[in-house]
């Protein structure tokens, strides 16, 4: 992952690494499992949303194609 940074994104990120008093590395390595975590729990609260009641046109239009 650090190949693909450019020379500024690396020192700004070595910056943040500094004070957090880690090394660049280790700072990226955790930085993506917090990434993966919060997409993780995003996807677990998509899931649990309740369903919503269709709106007043969803309903027409299902009405319109029900057959006779």
């Not at 998509?46 to 009641?53: D, N, Q, W």
């Amino acid at each position: 992952m650090i190949e693909k940074m450019t020379e500024k994104q690396r020192e700004y990120e070595r910056k943040r690494a500094e004070r957090a008093n880690m090394t660049l590395e280790a700072w990226l390595k955790e930085k993506e499992a917090r990434r993966r975590a919060d997409e993780e729990a995003a996807e677990a609260q998509k899931k649990l949303r309740k369903p919503t009641k269709p709106s007043a046109l969803r309903r027409l239009i299902d009405r319109a194609h029900k057959p006779l």
